[in-house]
């Protein structure tokens, strides 16, 4: 955690309230800093399927003090099964609890997962302003920001977390790169939980397949397929099309996929992936999450790799006598992670895709595992 002598008495404006934009606010405000949180949208609701939280993850939401919280909404699980195309076991990899007395893993629903995090950054004295954006930073000394409701105001810190279509990203780093499509998309939809599911099912194949247990009644069931002209879909026809798409996968999924009837129930995306090289900052704005690192799911680590950042910004903050040198490292310490989960989530893609070669993954899991175990 955060020394002695870092920067003191930061004002910082977090642009986006999601995930990571929530994590920071959490984080910097156990370090005293003030935290204002601007949201374009006019509520913080967000879709209602699921999502996986790794070992990496709980760790830093155990560093944020709200682990339990996490716990209480979801539920917990140590291990990854891996399938064939065929239906057919092939792996169970354990995934090492990096918290004694805690899970490996969690599974929770998106919307049970936002109510704890805007709770908790509410509770921690974070404020919050839905339906504003940023219309223009200028970075000087202080970043001067006007906002969309006309106001305008000076901060120490502008933090991007407005995700992989980031407006902040273009005007803080005009020349970083823009997300790229990939060639699939990724499709998913909340069904009972089926008895004994005690691990996220991942099958491999053409056709990627998985289930993950969100409570104690709900799974959700995820694929990722081949979209090769990028096609946005209207909501009617979500069901059929996710069935659809599920007859060439094993028979246990095709028939899970029956169940998917109504198209309010189904969530797709296509799935893009944005690497930013060079820095993640320029004068006092800085990006984290999807807005510099935008990932495939394939390897379940886009959410976490958000929360990390946050509690590496903030830490960061809380050690250096200014802002410049906290932000340098910041970087420093979150690149190498961060390209590594991006450019392997791609190689899975690809390999489905048969842009390159297949991959084992169980292996990759496996080593996903390892990797992310290390100290952030």
């Known amino acids: ?51 996986i939280q790794q070992g990496n993850v709980l760790r830093a939401l155990n560093a944020l003090g709200i682990l339990d919280r996490y716990i209480d909404a979801g539920v917990g699980f140590d291990a990854v099964e891996v399938y064939a195309p065929n239906g057919e076991r092939v792996a169970r990899v354990p995934s090492h609890r990096l918290i004694a007395e805690r ?27 839905l339906e504003t954006t ?6 000087a000394e202080h970043s001067h920001v006007r906002l969309s409701d006309g106001s305008s105001g000076h901060y120490d810190l502008v933090v991007g977390a407005d995700g992989s279509h980031s407006q902040t990203r273009g005007m803080v780093l005009p020349k970083a790169p823009a997300p790229q499509f990939t060639g699939q998309g990724v499709w998913r939809c909340n069904l009972p939980r089926l008895p004994g599911l005690d691990a996220l099912h991942a099958y491999n194949g053409p056709i990627g397949a998985g289930l993950v247990p969100i409570d104690a009644d709900q799974m959700y069931l995820y694929l990722t397929t081949p979209e090769p ?12 099309r996710m069935r659809d798409r599920a007859a060439h996968c094993a028979e246990a999924i095709r028939t899970l996929a029956e169940g998917i009837t109504d198209d ?28 510099v690192h935008t990932t495939t799911p394939h390897l379940g680590q886009g959410a976490g790799l958000a929360i990390e950042d946050s509690l590496v910004l903030a830490e960061e903050l809380a050690r250096h006598v200014d802002i410049e040198s906290a932000l340098v490292a910041y970087h420093a310490r979150r690149f190498e992670r961060c390209a590594y989960i991006v450019r392997a989530s ?3 893609c690809w390999g489905q895709l048969g ?3 297949p991959i084992d993954n169980a292996k990759a899991t496996a080593e996903m595992f390892a990797v992310t175990a290390q100290p952030i």
């Open 1 to 51: 955690m955060g020394g002695e002598r870092g920067v003191r008495d930061l004002r910082v404006l977090i642009i986006g309230g999601g995930i990571g934009g929530l994590t920071a606010a959490i984080a910097l405000r156990q370090r005293g800093f003030a935290v204002e949180i601007i949201e374009k949208a006019s509520t913080l609701s967000v879709d209602g399927v699921g999502i």
């Open 103 to 129: 899970p490996a893993n969690l599974g929770i629903g998106r919307r049970a997962l936002q109510k704890v995090l805007s709770d908790s950054a509410r509770d921690a004295g974070a404020k919050l302003r």
């Open 134 to 139: 940023a219309v223009s930073i200028e970075l």
């Open 229 to 240: 002209d990028n096609p946005r879909y209207p909501n009617q026809g979500l069901a059929a």
């Open 264 to 291: 309010e129930s189904v969530v797709y995306r296509p799935l893009e992936t944005l690497l930013v090289e060079g820095p993640w900052h320029r004068g006092c704005a800085v990006l984290l999450g999807d807005s």
């Open 346 to 348: 791609l190689a899975i």
């Open 355 to 357: 842009k390159g070669p």
